[in-house]
DNA sequence: GTCTATATGGCGATAGAC
DNA sequence: GTCTATCGCCATATAGAC
């Protein structure tokens, strides 16, 4: 394991994820980020010109985490669970490790669609792989509805216990943070039965 | 139908409403509020104080829609397919006339929990219902594992395509607007479908 | 590269006339 | 109740010494 370099660029970043990840880009404030990263103000500017530019690394950085390829899967034989097990698999995990990314991603595009439109285009290279993904996804599972109802209800179940949890914690669980983390951990096992569930049934009508 | 009263408190509600939702708190201007509600904005600290009052007012009144009461329904005969039409109509329903709601609702409380807390808990009236409904849910569904893994998926499935609206509709919709919203409305039987097609192999199970 | 000091503008809030 | 004018603060950003 390599020791990342802690350059003042690196520190920076990290301070301005952990604050723009809490408080969002309107409600951030250039000192506070500074005070994380033990330096002075004016070094932010030095080192990334305005708020603007240093939210837009941030934002980059962790939307990088949510974008990993698994479009090659499907150029091998597509196997319907197998691929469902890589997915959740892949996300599930990496959001145990970061559960705030749902709610962070979603409000910001939300606040501002704009900024990010370009940057969300050009990394998921969405035109290629999707469509092709949702024609097999239609062939293996059987239907005759719009396949992206299948994906988009896979992605729910995977995302928003992430993207609600203040919520739900508050609501179903008294504010435990332990227990709704247990809860969490439990559901990746969950998603992944409702839905092969799900796809059987599909099968069985044919 | 009765014509709303347009009192000047109405219109800066209305106006609040439209620029929190759309910025939220921390990227809501007073300016803009005012503008909005083609007063001056010293007009809105006569009428509420403080920024922080009139979101709370605003806050107050978007959450209410949220928290119809479902809960006489238990207190009658318990069946549930029926209880998850009722909550499935309710819901969808409120969402394709309000698609910002949760969202909205979902930022505000991740950025400030406190602030919403306490407002949450007395809306909800949480103690009572909640417990009794898991309960029964468990009796009815022949499961042995924790019910809200099944009261979270419902929840998912309806709220999650709205809350992931910006960025489902530029993944998987190109943008266009209209195409996602019927998607929408198609989804309220989609979701009725799926969760309907666990409630029954969970009891054939048995 | 890193700091202190300061410019510049915008924001929430209030005073006070009408 | 509604307006104009203004206060006081705080945020981003820059100038310039070291």
């Known amino acids: 394991m390599v020791k990342k370099e802690e350059t003042t ?5 990290q301070a301005a994820r952990e604050v723009f990840v809490e ?43 949510v974008t990993p390829r698994i479009g090659n899967a499907l150029e091998e034989d597509f196997n319907i669970e197998r691929l469902l097990r890589m997915f959740i698999d892949l996300y599930a995990d990496m959001l145990i490790k970061n559960p705030f990314i749902p709610q962070f991603i979603l ?15 050009n990394k998921l290279g969405i035109q290629n792989f999707i469509p092709i993904m949702l024609e097999k996804l239609k062939e293996e599972l059987n239907i005759n509805h719009d396949p992206r109802h ?19 914690k508050m609501v179903l669980f008294k504010d435990d943070e332990r227990a709704y983390n247990d809860f ?15 796809i059987n049934t599909q099968k069985n009508k044919a």
């Open 9 to 13: 660029e690196k520190i920076i970043l």
């Open 23 to 65: 408080k969002g880009m309107d409600g951030a404030r250039m000192q506070e980020i500074a005070d994380r990263a033990k330096i002075n103000k004016a070094l932010l500017h030095y080192y990334f010109r305005s708020k603007d530019k240093l939210f837009d690394a941030v934002f980059e950085e962790i939307f990088s985490q």
């Open 107 to 121: 409000s910001e595009i939300y606040r501002n669609p704009e900024r990010i439109r370009e940057r969300i285009i």
């Open 150 to 168: 299948f994906l988009v209800s896979v992605i729910s179940l995977i995302v928003f216990p992430y993207a609600g949890k203040p919520l739900i």
């Open 184 to 198: 969490l951990i439990e559901r990746k096992e969950f998603s992944y039965n409702m839905i092969i569930n799900y």
